[in-house]
């Protein structure tokens, strides 16, 4: 049973906040993140001593705040729960204090993805089919045929995954730029060093100039714009300065590919810009830092079917001896 811990800033807002609970294994945690709206309805709540309800942000999760325990009641994940008494201590003292947003640092468990895994139909019993193995079918050039997975099985997120180069003008909820951010973080990294810096763009006048560094690409503007720079100075390892920048190279283009998969993931469309100004982008940043790339983000105008791609035995060269 995971307890409450403790309540902190969030990422990229003074006004949200993150609940944090913690189990017996010090890696087992789970977190709920808070907008303004959403701590605003809490704290009224418990100012007052009053039972209520905050509904959150994704329409479906919820928090029941009752008397003698506060309940959270979240979607694909399990029910969290704390003392009210000890809850609304922490929350009341937690809103009389000015924060700072908080630095993406992130632990993987603390990234949860909207992953939904069917369970197995017991009911139902079927012959085995004979399966071809992937590799017998990138050998045979046949296609493979895979089983059927819901809409958020990682591997249907990549198969369906396109570049959107048009974007809505909705508003992208402060949850799902949460797991975009936490994704970059949990990417794969050299030696965990983290040789990267994202920048988060807000400004619409720092959009529009970036549009004019990225070759004049209009969706450069898009909802979210989040700019991936290396920065090979935190990669803390006896190597050549130009073996340190490979390194800081491939841990900021890993962390953009998690963060594009993760907006995939819950619901949002990108476009990967690599075509870029680096002077310019530098410039306009007020960085000293080299950008790798650009990856826009938001809701897709239109959605549109993944584009074909070649043959696995065109990609794959299988080496047997």
């Not at 709540?45 to 003698?68: A, P, Y």
Request: aromatic share 8%; with cysteine.
């Amino acid at each position: 049973m995971r307890k409450f811990t403790k309540i902190e800033p969030s990422y990229f807002s003074k006004d949200g906040c993150r609940l944090v609970w913690i189990g017996e294994d010090e890696d087992d945690t789970d977190t709920v993140i808070l907008n303004k709206d959403e701590l605003s309805r809490l704290v009224e709540i418990l100012k007052n001593n009053n039972v209520g309800k905050v509904e959150l942000e994704d329409n479906f999760s919820e928090i029941l705040i009752n008397s003698d325990v506060v309940q959270f009641r979240l979607k694909e994940r399990e029910h969290l729960e704390a003392k009210t008494s000890e809850f609304r201590e922490n929350i009341l003292e937690y809103a009389k204090i000015p924060h700072e947003p908080l630095h993406v640092q992130i632990f993987p468990k603390e990234f949860y993805p909207s992953v939904w895994i069917q369970k197995e139909d017991t009911k139902t019993i079927k012959e085995p089919k004979k399966q071809i193995t992937l590799l017998q079918a990138i050998l045979s050039g046949s296609p493979k045929k895979t089983e059927e997975t819901s809409s958020s099985d990682l591997f249907r997120i990549f198969s369906t995954r396109r570049s959107t180069r048009k974007f809505a003008k909705t508003k992208i909820e402060d949850w799902k730029i949460e797991k975009i951010l936490a994704a970059a973080d949990t990417a794969p990294t050299a030696g965990n060093f983290q040789g990267l810096e994202v920048f988060y763009v807000k400004s619409k006048k720092v959009k529009e100039a970036l549009v004019e560094a990225a070759n004049r690409q209009p969706f450069v503007n898009a909802p979210l714009v989040l700019v991936f720079c290396m920065n090979p100075n935190r990669v803390k390892m006896n190597f050549s300065p130009e073996m340190l920048s490979k390194f800081s190279l491939q841990d900021a283009t890993i962390a953009a590919a998690y963060s594009q998969l993760a907006a995939h993931a819950v619901g949002l469309s990108s476009i990967w810009i690599g075509m870029i100004d680096e002077e310019k982008v530098k410039k306009i940043l007020r960085t000293d830092l080299t950008p790798s790339s650009i990856l826009c983000i938001g809701y897709p105008d239109a959605k549109k079917p993944p584009k074909s791609r070649r043959k696995l035995k065109d990609l794959i060269h299988v080496l047997e001896e």
